[in-house]
């Protein structure tokens, strides 16, 4: 009989916080695809919450298209966030990695909501939404051996996310909102690993922009029965600009980021 969302979740939980790594659950269970991991998010969220995490935004996944042959997923996947799995951090800090399996680092842009977020708002009324906009590095991770696994095998995985690390937010105001999805889809960010650029990217690689790839997540949670819409106070962050790079404690990752007024960020790793 295949597993419940349930025991899929709990199975997966446990093999995060163990960082012990499992068979894919589309290798046991061939019928498990997308729509039967959208209860798993929910079983997730219920086992985080009843051991005292709040969840305090999502993560969107796989917004870069030009990742999508490296991992063999073909759209845009999310899960959620905790106060245990953010964190606000400033430039030069030194943050913890190694209990995660197999972790990868990636720059994203991060957007705080002032209001809630409901299928048909154009990009324009999205953007009037936001509250704040930050860069972070989301430590992503996999459970599943060799970073291998289907589109649904990551949903069970809690979307692969393991850690953000949010640097300074911007503050908006209503000029800065009226272009806010052009200026974020035309910023430019370079990657470093010990002091050498190791990839660059744009807005654009996070389907078309982060006001773009937000757009896409509310589309996909009211077609969702299983979880929320997007709602005021939380955070979304929007996807990879560069390549998902491998980390090690005593490595030290930066950005430097272009045409958009935000400081890059940079971490010791341990």
């Known amino acids: ?17 163990t960082r012990r790594q499992i068979a894919l659950f589309v290798a046991r269970d061939p019928a498990f695809d997308v729509e039967a991991a959208r209860p798993v998010i929910a079983a997730l969220r219920e086992l985080r919450t009843a051991r005292g995490e709040t969840p305090v935004g999502r993560k969107i996944g796989f917004t870069n298209r030009g990742i999508w042959d490296e991992y063999r997923v073909y759209a845009p996947i999310w899960g959620h966030m ?11 800090e030194t943050v913890a990695v190694s209990h995660l399996p197999e972790p990868r680092i990636e720059p994203e842009i991060v957007l705080g ?21 930050a860069h972070g590095f989301e430590i992503v991770q996999s459970i599943y051996p060799g970073w291998a696994f289907t589109a649904a095998d990551c949903i069970a995985d809690g979307g692969l996310h393991g850690a953000l690390f949010v640097g300074p937010r911007r503050q908006l105001g209503d000029a800065e909102r009226a272009t806010l999805a052009k200026d974020l889809s035309a910023l430019r960010v370079t990657l470093l690993r010990d002091g050498a650029a190791v990839d ?7 389907l078309d922009g982060p006001l773009q ?10 077609d969702d029965p299983f979880n929320p ?3 005021a106070g939380e955070m979304v962050t929007t996807g990879t600009m560069t390549r998902a790079f491998p980390v090690r404690p005593g490595e030290t990752w930066a950005t430097a980021i272009e045409d958009y007024p ?3 960020l940079s971490v010791t790793l341990r």
């Not at 905790?82 to 030069?92: A, E, I, Q």
């Not at 002032?114 to 324009?124: E, N, S, V």
């Not at 660059?200 to 996070?206: A, D, E, L």
């Not at 790839?213 to 009211?222: E, I, K, P, Y």
């Open 82 to 92: 905790y106060d245990t799995t953010v964190h606000d951090v400033s430039p030069g």
């Open 262 to 264: 935000l400081p890059g």
């Open 113 to 133: 909501l002032r209001r809630d977020l409901r299928l048909g708002m154009d990009l324009a009324e999205i953007a009037d939404a936001v509250d704040w906009v």
């Open 200 to 206: 660059s990217g744009s807005g654009t690689n996070v």
């Open 1 to 17: 009989m295949p597993a419940s969302p349930s025991e899929i979740a709990a199975e997966s939980l446990v093999a995060l916080d």
């Open 213 to 222: 790839a937000l757009s896409h997540l509310v589309a996909v949670l009211a």
């Open 229 to 231: 819409p997007l709602a």
